[in-house]
């Protein structure tokens, strides 16, 4: 007679064995409809699942993260029943949950094309329209790998050859016809999937994510709740197209990539502008946070490498040189032991605590090839890296200074929805539990004290302290993680830093380390598609474009840009031999914010005619006001 505890405390009992689905309909027949999946004790099992025992029982709807995590799984499985009865001879690999969808890898000699995708859909909607009942089986491993040998799938021969042997395999069916090694859970039938889905592209994938063996077709989709999610998601996806900061850095001359040098930056006049104003902006925050900037080797020695464990934890991805003398030197992949050797030049004290060090400095890190992308994965990036030399007693405040100064900064550049994710100890980790307690606290402290929405991340924290990950919501509310805030109770001995405390003795100093962009380059890459290349006035890398309608007005024109620049706004002459639509239309495509028109009313009354970029509408101003106003808008948002 099992007890079933719900989550609001109440509880059910049964005189027998009860399903997942059984008690959905015994709570209410609204939800046993609804009804996806369920989680007993904590592990999600199927509603078909039977229960002999107490436990605490939660039903999991398509509003639930879980059910609809489940949808997708279902999903991906129906996705390859489709492709199979369509393409006899495929066989199908891995077909996992991914974020906001799903795919499956096949082995099919034969590409895929776009006409098939459709094929495919249409075919995974008849399979839903059946509504095809689950069956779950458990089977023995070695009748396992005879029958899946035997029916030509050795890709799934060897998953079920490399799964551990006290391990249970089970095999889901859908339908009579169709089945797959899965450990599920899955819905009751395929009706429950709903309509809420498409099949997105086709890609290559190696078998097991190595390229020396075979190449396999991916299919991905994307799977949902309700049709308006669905369309939601595709009107976010097609936003993101157009905002691609790969697409709008070739139309706005930025930047570019050659093979010569793959994942690193070939910066543009009017990238390397941006990039350094963001580096002017952040330096004069620094400077008045008390930070002290300083710029450290790219080339370091192997021994200190291995001293600080770099080398044993990041070794494959480090690049590295010989020299003569059969000495090895590493390019950094990060500024930490570099700040460390800059802490260590001197006797420091207790009154000389905290010590924020900060650099902006080149890195280099091996990335494989097929992770680069854009200015959001590279090999060579710089970091707004700082290190903040500390006394235990500090670590609240200090964490809480930099907490705040990353939120102010983020909204200075437009970002005000931000979540925290705290991380506390890790199993494996350095120092003492009572270090640990404190660092987690004076962490957690400035989490709250931020008034912030925030989740906790058991378990994550770095080896050598725990964090706090900062991340960013952009306009069309995508996620992306970019600050971080570590305790670090490890490295500083390692590198034999110290201080003399008041009582004359010598301690090891905490070491906060902080970024705020976390990297320049992808800041940038998402600074652009936040605002799809319409960067705000103050930081966009060319401010103003000065038009003379005709050669009469060229050295008016050049006039105006002069005292433009000189009140510190950006600007160049387009002396160019186009006409003025021309002109208008190639500079709105490189999204510059104002346009200054020039012909002879403006000479007349010492003017300028404004056009801002997406609008058709133009206004005249006197040129000394346009000055003091724009020229304005730079110092209120750099102050």
């Not at 391990?167 to 859970?185: A, S, V």
Request: proline share 4%.
């Amino acid at each position: 007679m099992p007890k079933i505890t719900l989550p609001d405390g109440n509880s059910l009992k049964f005189s027998k064995e009860v399903t997942g689905i059984e008690i959905a309909n015994k709570i209410s027949k609204s939800l046993s409809k609804q009804a996806l999946i369920m989680s007993v004790d904590g592990v999600l099992k199927d509603l078909y699942f039977s229960i002999d025992k107490d436990c605490l029982v939660k039903i999991f709807t398509a509003k639930d993260p879980e059910g609809l995590e489940v949808i997708r799984h279902d999903a991906a499985h129906i996705m390859a029943m489709a492709v199979q009865e369509l393409y006899p001879g495929t066989q199908v690999t891995i077909g996992p949950v991914i974020e906001n969808g799903f795919y499956y890898d096949f082995a099919r000699k034969e590409p895929f094309t776009e006409n098939d995708l459709k094929k495919i859909e249409k075919r995974m909607s008849e399979i839903i329209d059946k509504d095809v009942k689950t069956k779950r089986e458990v089977w023995e491993r070695e009748k396992a790998i005879s029958h899946f040998k035997k029916i030509g799938e050795k890709y799934k021969a060897q998953i079920i050859e490399s799964i551990p042997e006290n391990e249970e395999l089970t095999i889901y069916h859908h339908g009579d016809t169709w089945y797959d090694l899965c450990r599920g859970p899955h819905l009751l039938s395929s009706g429950k999937i709903g309509k809420a889905f498409k099949l997105t592209k086709v890609a290559g994938a190696y078998w097991r994510g190595d390229s020396k063996n075979e190449m396999l077709q991916r299919i991905y989709g994307t799977g949902w709740a309700s049709q308006k999610d669905l369309d939601d998601y595709l009107n976010r996806i097609e936003e993101a197209e157009k905002r691609d900061h790969r697409k709008l850095g070739k139309e706005m001359d930025l930047f570019h990539f050659r093979e010569e040098s793959p994942g690193s930056v070939f910066w543009h006049e009017k990238g390397w502008a941006l990039f350094q104003k963001l580096i002017n902006y952040m330096r004069a925050r620094q400077d008045a946070a008390g930070y002290r900037e300083v710029n450290t080797p790219e080339v370091l020695d192997r021994l200190l490498w291995e001293k600080s464990g770099h080398w044993e934890k990041y070794g494959e991805n480090m690049y590295t040189s010989e020299t003569p003398d059969e000495k090895v030197f590493a390019i950094k992949p990060m500024n930490c032991p570099g700040h460390i050797q800059v802490f260590n030049q001197g006797l420091k004290s207790y009154r000389d605590l905290p010590l924020r060090i900060t650099e902006f400095g080149k890195v280099h890190r091996y990335e494989p090839s097929g992770a680069l992308h854009g200015l959001l994965r590279v090999r060579a990036f710089t970091q707004d890296d700082a290190h903040i030399f500390c006394s235990e007693d500090q670590i609240t405040s200090e964490c809480l200074n930099v907490t705040n100064l990353i939120l102010d900064i983020y909204k200075d550049l437009g970002f005000k929805d931000v979540v925290l994710k705290y991380a506390d100890r890790p199993e494996v980790r350095v120092g003492e539990d009572k270090v640990w307690d404190k660092a987690e606290a004076s962490l957690l402290e400035a989490v709250k004290a931020s008034k912030l929405k925030y989740s906790i991340n058991k378990g994550e924290g770095a080896f050598y302290g725990p964090k706090i990950e900062f991340v960013l919501r952009d306009a069309i509310g995508r996620d992306w993680q970019c600050g971080t805030v570590q305790v670090d109770l490890n490295l500083p001995g390692r590198l034999d830093a110290s201080y003399v405390d008041k009582d004359g003795t010598k301690k090891v100093p905490v070491m906060l380390h902080r970024a705020l962009f976390g990297s320049l380059e992808r800041f940038i890459g998402i600074l652009i598609e936040n605002y799809a290349g319409k960067f705000p006035f103050w930081i966009s890398p060319l401010q103003t474009v000065v038009i003379p309608i005709s050669e009469d007005f060229e050295n008016y024109s050049k006039k105006v840009s002069k005292k433009i620049k000189e009140a510190g706004i950006s600007s160049i002459v387009d002396l160019k031999n186009h006409n003025l639509n021309y002109k208008i239309r190639e500079h709105s495509l490189a999204k510059i914010p104002i346009l200054l028109i020039c012909g002879k009313k403006e000479v007349d009354t010492n003017s300028v005619t404004i056009r801002r970029l997406d609008s058709n509408k133009q206004e005249n101003m006197k040129l000394d006001l346009f000055i003091k106003t724009f020229s304005a808008l730079n110092k209120a948002s750099s102050n």
